[in-house]
C-alpha cells in the first residue's frame, strides 16, 4: 500500500509543480510595483478633461440639429458634379465662339468702313489733282 500511496503523493505534488509554474508563467505578464509607479498618478489624472469640461461639449439635442442622412442626401453627387462640369465647360466653349463670332462681325465692320472711307479719300485726292492739273493749264 505504502507503494500506492506513494504514487498518488507523487502524482498530486506533480499536479502541484504544474499548478506553480503556471502561476509563475502567469504573473510573469503582471505588473509589478515598479510598473504600478509609473502608472499615470492622481495629479497626472486632474489634467484630464473633468465633468466641467464634459458637459461642454456637444449633446444629443446639439447632434440632431446637424445635418441628417436626408439632408446629406440633397447635397450634389459627385455624378451630378461631373455634369455640372461638363455643362459649364459647354457654356464657357459656347461664350468664346460668341465672342469670336462678334469679333469677327465687327472686325469686317469696320474693315468695311476703313475701306469706303480710304475709298472716298482716294477719290477726293484724286478729284483735287485733277483739278490743280487743269487749272495749270
Known sequence: MSSKF???????LFKLS??????QVQMQ?????EDIKDMAT??????FATKEDLK???????LKKFATKEDLKKFATKEDMDKRFD????EIANMFKDAFKLSDKYHREMEERITKATDKK???????????????K
Open 6 to 12: 506513494e504514487e498518488i503523493v507523487l502524482e498530486e
Open 18 to 23: 504544474t499548478k506553480v509554474d503556471n502561476l
Open 29 to 33: 505578464g503582471m505588473a509589478t510595483k
Open 42 to 47: 492622481k495629479e497626472d489624472l486632474k489634467k
Open 56 to 62: 461642454k461639449f456637444a449633446t444629443k439635442e446639439d
Open 87 to 90: 455643362e459649364q465647360t459647354a
Open 122 to 136: 482716294i477719290e477726293n485726292l484724286r478729284k483735287e489733282f485733277l483739278c490743280q492739273i487743269n487749272a495749270e
